[in-house]
């Protein structure tokens, strides 16, 4: 995008004769996936710094062991879609947090790992050094390490769900869709073809701005002397990203497939799943709902987002619910639901899963949202006289 020299590294000037300044952002060290941005001015040139806020917030582990309910939409509201994410469920390898943003955010890079945002509700304008990319509702958006961003609302609210790779962790498509040089694979549910990148480069004015950078032990606040949106062209494979869960094409099967078939994204220690509308199964005996199942490596999360989810009905399961089965817990549809989905001939229901292979813990907004009944909906839902939490 934009104007790149004809090679890296070599000499490239302005029409007065001004060398402008090459940046690499690398993953891997030098290993991995690359981008080569050409900037007017100096990228590195700070004229101030300080520490923002806070340690991270504490997670408090899932004891006693219980499947678990978060109702992210009695969450505050309004704020920053960055500075005022509420993190609600954590471990070593990825954080999971929830935002309701109501004005446009600030310069922010992680310099921790990758975030995937999932739009929920609202549009926005995410620009950065290499570009506008406009997202909306029901879009996930890929934030390479280190890249620095900012959101531009266009609606009034934006709701996000926020998973952030911890540990530089990198976010990627699944490998069992690539080929080994890169290629989304015939037959992957996404492709190429669905996953929109920046638009147009941005026109910022030469002066000093702050950027609030995510790392390791904190937040810190540089005062740039100049603006890191001043890229004049940028080339490369390493840049923002957005795919709609509307592009996800499932597959069906007489009988039922299990979550792995709707693998969206990988990072280290979790992956991301996503269940769209789709025909159930068409076995003449099928069971519509899922199995009961105990995934005995793993901690399940599911955000609900759009539809109806017929094997949740009468556990208070609804739109901006994020439930959460652990690992050493059997979970499942609820009583009866096997019965009534019977004769059902395709679901509509829209939902991101969050699968991660380390216990997650809970975070400092769970607890003010969640519905404590939640553990006990199974044996009510057969009858059973359960007491009401206190």
């Known amino acids: 995008m934009g104007n ?44 101030a710094a300080e520490r923002h806020g806070t340690r991270p917030a504490e ?5 006693p062991l219980l499947p678990r309910h ?20 954590g471990n070593t390898q990825v954080t999971i947090s929830y935002v309701t943003a109501d004005v446009d955010s600030v310069l922010y890079r992680n310099a921790v790992g990758d ?18 990319l406009a997202v909306g509702e029901g879009d996930y958006v890929l934030i390479p390490a280190s890249t620095t961003h900012r959101w531009r609302l266009r609606s009034g609210q934006m709701r996000l769900l926020v998973i952030s790779a911890a540990d530089g962790g990198h976010i ?5 869709f690539m080929s080994r040089f890169g290629q989304f694979l015939d037959g992957s549910p996404f492709n190429e073809r669905d996953i929109r990148g920046p638009e147009e480069l941005v026109d910022v004015p030469d002066e000093p701005v702050d950027v609030f950078v995510r790392h390791r032990g904190g937040k810190t606040r540089y005062t740039y002397a100049h603006h890191p949106f001043d890229v004049v062209g940028w080339d ?27 693998l969206t994204f990988e990072g280290p220690g979790f992956v991301v799943c996503s269940f769209v509308p789709r025909m159930f199964d068409y076995h003449p005996q099928a069971l519509k709902v899922p199995y009961h199942h105990a995934n005995v490596d793993s901690d399940e999360v599911l955000f ?18 994020i439930s959460l089965h652990p690992a050493g817990y059997v979970h499942g549809p609820q009583p009866g639901s096997a019965e009534r989905s019977i004769n059902a001939a395709r679901t509509e229901e829209y939902a991101v899963m969050v699968d991660t292979f380390r216990p997650l813990h809970l975070g400092p907004a769970s607890e003010s949202v969640e519905d404590s009944e939640y553990a006990w909906s199974w044996a009510r839902g057969e009858g059973i006289d359960v007491p009401r939490s206190e």
């Open 172 to 176: 990627r498509p699944p490998k069992r």
């Open 70 to 89: 978060f109702r992210t939409h009695e969450l505050k509201t309004g704020g920053d879609p960055v500075l005022d994410r509420q993190l609600l469920l």
């Open 59 to 63: 997670l408090l582990p899932n004891e």
């Open 236 to 262: 490369g494979y390493n840049y923002p990203y957005a795919l709609s869960i509307r592009d996800f094409m499932p597959s069906t099967g007489a009988l039922h497939l299990p979550p792995p078939t709707y």
């Open 115 to 132: 975030e995937l945002v999932y739009v929920e509700a609202g549009s926005a304008v995410l620009e950065s050094g290499y570009g506008r």
């Open 304 to 321: 609900y987002c759009g539809g109806e989810f017929m094997s949740r009905s009468g556990s208070g399961i609804t739109l901006g619910s």
């Open 4 to 47: 790149v020299p004809p090679k890296r590294h070599m000499q490239f000037r302005d029409g007065d004769g001004n060398l402008y300044h090459e940046e690499m952002q690398g993953e891997e060290g030098f290993s991995c996936t690359q981008s080569f941005l050409y900037h007017r001015k100096q990228p590195t040139a700070i004229i």
